[in-house]
């Protein structure tokens, strides 16, 4: 099974949101706050051999591992997409290299939707609207990866889904 990873963090780099999409199952699963324990993780990567991330070797596994002692590249194959971008001459962060293959998205994490921003949010001010702006945009960065991964390999003009289909969707807070 293949799983897409995707993490928010917040200003002290600690772990808001993981984000994973289980391709096989269709299932999308957000962990946040103190939903975010290494039994949670595990058990939704249960089955998983490969994760995918963009930049998430040098990001979002070490930062999981700092965080809740858990090493992702123990027990599964590990593939940063952003490798296989820079490959094909895509450089930059996800967004830039989203925008160059045409893949869409509503927020770009900057300004007031800067994750970190909105984490704080939540967490001083309980703006619940706020949460579901960090949510929206960790479901996007997740959802878009198997997007990037599609394009990389059937090129940008490729016929294909331009959304990931969610058949269901967990969020555990």
């Given at each position: 099974?293949?799983?897409?990873?995707?993490?928010?963090?917040?200003?002290?780099?600690?772990v808001t949101v993981i984000g994973l999409y289980?391709?096989?199952?269709?299932r999308l699963i957000q962990l946040v706050g103190e939903a975010i324990t290494p039994e949670n993780l595990m058990d939704h990567l249960n089955g998983v051999r490969?994760?995918?991330?963009?930049?998430?070797?040098?990001?979002?596994?070490?930062?999981?591992?700092?965080?809740?002692?858990?090493?992702?590249?123990?027990?599964?194959?590990?593939?940063?997409?952003?490798y296989d971008c820079h490959r094909n001459n895509l450089k930059g962060g996800l967004k830039a290299v989203e925008k160059t293959l045409?893949?869409?998205?509503?927020?770009?994490?900057?300004?007031e939707d800067d994750p970190r921003i909105l984490w704080r949010k939540y967490r001083v001010h309980r703006d619940f609207d706020a949460l579901e702006r960090?949510?929206?945009y960790n479901r996007e960065d997740t959802l878009n990866l198997l997007l990037l991964e599609e394009r990389l390999k059937y090129g940008?003009?490729?016929?294909?889904?331009?959304?990931?289909p969610v058949k269901s969707y967990i969020r555990l807070v």
């Open positions: 099974m293949r799983a897409y990873l995707d993490i928010e963090t917040s200003f002290s780099n600690m289980i391709a096989d199952s269709g490969r994760i995918y991330t963009y930049n998430g070797n040098r990001f979002d596994i070490p930062v999981i591992h700092r965080n809740l002692g858990v090493n992702l590249r123990k027990n599964h194959e590990s593939r940063d997409l952003m045409g893949i869409a998205r509503n927020i770009f994490g900057r300004g960090l949510l929206e940008i003009r490729a016929v294909g889904a331009e959304k990931v």
